[in-house]
């Protein structure tokens, strides 16, 4: 085998995840390759500077600002959530029984009703693809974390 087919092997041996027949394909080869021996040895140094660092513990009232602000985010959007289905149920009712009653009453003209039944389907399929494209922009916007709301 080549370097670059043993290369990412290095990380899983230094954490012991390899099996033991491939620990010893790769001490084999380490045996007689310098590159990999010294990338092994600075994956190594790095693992245990790693090892030595410690985290600082922010003071209590950075954690209870950092809850608060929490609280209030999920409670905003829980009421945001909670409004926009209500109004979408509301509308998407109101929306079925204009379109029931258009239909039932025979006076009404043909074009009329489908025109109506357009402008309602449109208007739903536009809503469900800004609503899609809104949740996909959301998950890859990597500036809206930085705009203060």
Request: hydrophobic residues 45%; proline residues 3%.
């Amino acid at each position: 085998m080549r370097c670059d087919e043993f290369k990412p092997m290095l990380t899983g041996y230094l954490d012991g995840e390899l099996t033991p027949e491939r620990s010893a394909e790769l001490e084999a080869h380490l045996a007689a390759c310098e590159a990999c021996r010294r990338e092994l040895a600075e994956l190594t140094g790095l693992k245990e500077e790693l090892a030595m660092m410690k985290f600082k513990e922010p003071p209590d009232v950075e954690l209870e600002r950092y809850w608060r602000s929490v609280y209030n985010r999920l409670e905003r959007g829980l009421g945001w959530i909670l409004l926009s289905v209500g109004a979408i149920i509301v509308l998407c009712y109101g929306a079925f029984q204009l379109i029931e009653e258009m239909i039932k009453d025979p006076r009404v003209a043909v074009l009329l009703k489908v025109g109506v039944v357009a402008l309602v389907f449109g208007a739903v399929i536009l809503f469900v693809s800004l609503l899609r494209e809104r949740l996909a922009v959301r998950k890859v916007d990597k500036y809206s974390k930085e705009v203060e709301r």
